[in-house]
């Protein structure tokens, strides 16, 4: 029997005739894509899937140990849930090809209809391999937002929250951005990686689960709100190795944005290290300038705040600017963590401070430094962007505006209802009982710790007796120290 012949795809036929892009038992359908493309995805795929888990080693070495393992287990389901809603229904919700300016159908759901068309996000690449891309981009938004139980949230209604999050949330403003058809999109925000979908939304999802859940047991009462119970990091190795796999990934995180192996991924992957290095640098600085000590927390923050703020910018400005808007948006998010006792508010990572004002700010100087001559490097893009302030394109700051505070109402809002609905449904309460706060999240949800060689361990650790603790399986009186808030320290 003679084998068929397999012909190369020439040219794509319209989606609607053949979403599939071809018959692959006649035709080749990886023809037309450079296999450098290819490549260069994949790889930023898997660089970018590790960001969720490191997002978990941060929290974990930033809490407590009480409940450091909680939020390992909430990196893993992020990774794993999401991944499956991503599968079922949240890809199509945001790049299925509608021309409706709110929120997709459900035409691509499982994947149905994607293989091997161009990507609506650059032709270079075909729609299986952006949506793989697409996935490590919510189960690291989730993890992000997932901090915000902080000690005090129990975790069956954080994980459905954080499912009804990111449907309502996260693929609204997806669509809205990152959709040709989508309204933010068609006005001219720019948004190079994800600032409005993951960084302002989380940040501003946080800053509203915060609220709902109240302030930890040991925490001050509003009245002394200037003054709290600092809790300083059970394992800032840990934290700092969270920081250094998030830097990592965040190459892969701006650098596949373009997404194609090009000059304009390259020049992001440059801007994303030098903002990254601006925020470290500032944040250091400044909390040097208060204390007359360094703080591996401070870096931490700082680099972070520098990714973030560098997130919708790398692929549109000059690389002359990149560590000054790290810079710059590090010293935003300090003072926001420093005065964020204003708010009456118990964000102990500073998640707000870091991504919600940060991803805001980030915006902001998008729209300032722009620049029409960085799109155009991936041989694709042209003259179809203006650019913003650095080509005088005035207009720009305003869209950028719009977007960031269009993005930071929506999170900010339908968490509030998001969190009110679960609250009040029997059964999914979303504040954890005392006593399994003062004995912590990880003695109450994990059977992998032994609960009384942790309170012997953590009598050993803060100086305690074996006669106060032995054989008792009540929590330690935690070592308290009462300071004054600033942006340099993590409550918790």
Known sequence: MAEPEIVPVTEWPDWHANPNGGDPLTQNLNAPYDKGDLCWMLVCTALCWQITPAIGFLYAG??????????????????C????????????LYQARTTNPILGNLSLAVFRNVLAQPSMANSDIPDILYAAFGFTFVSCTAMILAGAMLERGRLLPSMLFLLCWTTFVYYFIAYWEWNPSGWLYKLGVYDFAGSGPVHIASGFGALAWSLMLGPRVADPDAVDRKRSVHHKPHSPLLMCLGTVFIWLGWFAFTGGSTPNLSLRAIYAVVNTNLAGCGGGVGWVLIDYLYKRKFSLVGFCSGIIAGLVGITPAAGYVPVYVASLIGFLTSTSCYYAAKYKHLLSVDDGLDMFAIHGVGGYVGDLLTGIFADNLVPALDGVSGSSYAGGWWNRNFRQLGLQFAGATTAAAWSFVVSCILLFIINKIPGLHLRASEDSEIRGLDIKYL????????YMNECILHGHTPPRCSGSLKAPTPVMESVGIDGGEKKD
């Open 62 to 79: 930033m809490h407590r140990r009480k409940a450091a393992l909680t939020m390992v287990l909430q990196s893993l389901f992020c990774a």
């Open 447 to 454: 059977e992998d710790v032994d609960e009384e060689g942790f």
């Open 81 to 92: 849930a999401c991944g499956i809603q991503f599968w079922i229904y949240g890809y199509s």
